[in-house]
T-cell receptor, first 110, second 115 residues
Framework: GEDVEQSLFLSVREGDSSVINCTYT??????LYWYKQEPGAGLQLLTY?????DMKQDQRLTVLLNKKDKHLSLRIADTQTGDSAIYFC??????????FGAGTQVVVTP | EAGVTQFPSHSVIEKGQTVTLRCDPI?????LYWYRRVMGKEIKFLLH????????ESGMPNNRFLAERTGGTYSTLKVQPAELEDSGVYFC?????????????FGPGTRLTVL
């Protein structure tokens, strides 16, 4: 089974907030990441959080980390049509080896 | 600054044939990673180079896969002979250093289809 799990699909209306959830298993992970993949493109790093932090905010993006429950979430405020993409949660070991979830397809509707 | 590039963007081959994928990392990036996404599942780690040395190849599926990074610049991933289950999107990523978040920059991927 997957070590990093996330829901596969999220539909959200333009202007609303999106919340994408992820659970991971490796408590020794130093960093946790959110990547975005648009059609035909590679993965783009959106944001990352150091494991000793609870929250990180970057403009419209808010990352929440609950280490006790090994739960990571990404909130996108005021979701726009350009936010439609696949979002991947990932954890890494000390050598940077990333372990990804299966990705959440976010569809933004007008 | 040019990003990570991969060639070809698409490859369609028959079972039993050989395919070689190429990755050009960002200049100066010592770390180079290969990943694969099969049939819409999670992206799986294949291996990690530090310069020309293989730091971790624990994700390589079997001995039909051979990765090289001669001279510590570009890397190739050869699949010989290809099987149906090798179909997927192969991503390459590079990073400059491991500290401070180790931001990996990804290429657009090579979509491999084995018929």
């Amino acid at each position: 089974g997957e070590d990093v799990e996330q829901s596969l699909f999220l539909s959200v209306r333009e202007g609303d907030s999106s919340v994408i959830n992820c659970t991971y298993t490796d408590s020794s992970s130093t960093y946790l990441y959110w990547y975005k993949q648009e059609p035909g493109a590679g993965l783009q790093l959106l944001t990352y959080i150091f494991s000793n932090m609870d929250m990180k905010q970057d403009q419209r993006l808010t990352v929440l980390l609950n280490k006790k429950d090994k739960h990571l979430s990404l909130r996108i405020a005021d979701t726009q049509t350009g936010d439609s993409a696949i979002y991947f949660c990932a954890e890494s070991d000390s050598w940077g080896k990333l372990q990804f979830g299966a990705g959440t397809q976010v569809v933004v509707t007008p | 600054e040019a990003g990570v590039t991969q060639f070809p963007s698409h490859s369609v081959i028959e079972k039993g044939q050989t395919v070689t994928l190429r990755c050009d990392p960002i200049s100066g990036h010592d770390n180079l990673y290969w990943y694969r996404r099969v049939m819409g599942k999670e992206i799986k780690f294949l291996l990690h180079f530090v310069k020309e040395s293989k730091q971790d190849e624990s994700g390589m599926p079997n001995n039909r896969f051979l990765a090289e990074r001669t001279g510590g610049t570009y890397s190739t991933l050869k699949v010989q002979p290809a099987e149906l289950e090798d179909s997927g999107v192969y991503f390459c990523a590079s990073s400059q250093e491991l500290a401070g978040g180790n931001e990996q920059f990804f290429g657009p991927g090579t979509r491999l289809t084995v018929l």
